[in-house]
């Protein structure tokens, strides 16, 4: 799967699984296996960021003044700068 394909969470799994497969196979050079993961490790950070803010969002009943809006937490696809919405 090429990288501009990427369009959800489930591709990026896919993505790491056949990283990790093509290492295991002598098909991918370790330095390029070892920049995907560690892209992978940011994007996942990414991820936690937006879960903990709605966990503080449902543990303070709403009172959090909807911040994930102002920032678009979520809102952002995984490809190509020109599908990114705004």
């Known amino acids: 799967m090429e990288a ?3 369009a959800t969470f489930g591709d990026v799994r896919r993505m790491i ?3 990790i497969v093509a290492l295991r196979d002598d098909k991918m050079d370790v330095n390029r296996g070892m ?3 560690a892209n992978m490790k940011v994007l996942n950070d990414s ?3 937006e879960i903990n803010a ?3 969002a449902m543990a303070t ?3 959090a003044h909807n911040f994930g ?3 678009g937490m979520g809102q952002r ?3 190509n700068s020109g599908d990114q919405q705004a």
Do not use: H, P, S, W
């Open 4 to 6: 501009n394909q990427l």
């Open 17 to 19: 699984l056949d990283t």
């Open 35 to 37: 920049a995907i993961a």
């Open 47 to 49: 991820v936690q960021v």
């Open 54 to 56: 709605a966990k503080m």
């Open 61 to 63: 009943e709403g009172k």
């Open 69 to 71: 809006r102002v920032v």
């Open 77 to 79: 696809f995984i490809g």
